[in-house]
C-alpha cells in the first residue's frame, strides 16, 4: 500500500509552516520600523543643535557685545548723535 498525500493534508502542513514564517516577517518589520524612527529621531536632535548653533553664530555676528570695540564705537556715534541733535 503506498501512502499519498493528499490536498487536504498538504495544504495544512503548507498552512502550518507559513504561519511561523508571516510572523518572523512581522517581527522583522516592526524590529525595522523602530531602527527607522530612531534614526530620524537622532537627526531630528542633530538638526535641532545644528540650528540652535547657526542660530547663535548669527546672534554673535548681528549685535556686539558689550565691551568689544565695535561696541564701543557705536556708543560714541551715539553720543555724537545725540549732541548734534
Known amino acids: 500500500m503506498q501512502r499519498s498525500i493528499t490536498r487536504r493534508l498538504f495544504l495544512a502542513g ?33 538638526d535641532a543643535k545644528d540650528k540652535a548653533k547657526d542660530a547663535g553664530d548669527k546672534a554673535d555676528e548681528a549685535v556686539d557685545r558689550p565691551g568689544t570695540e565695535n561696541s564701543e564705537d557705536r556708543r560714541q556715534d551715539r553720543r555724537r548723535d545725540e549732541v548734534k541733535n
Not at 504561519?19 to 524612527?37: F, I, N, T, W
Open 14 to 46: 503548507l498552512g502550518m509552516l507559513t504561519l511561523p514564517l508571516a510572523a518572523v516577517a512581522q517581527d522583522q518589520d516592526k524590529e525595522k520600523k523602530k531602527e527607522d524612527a530612531k534614526k530620524k529621531g537622532e537627526e531630528k536632535k542633530e
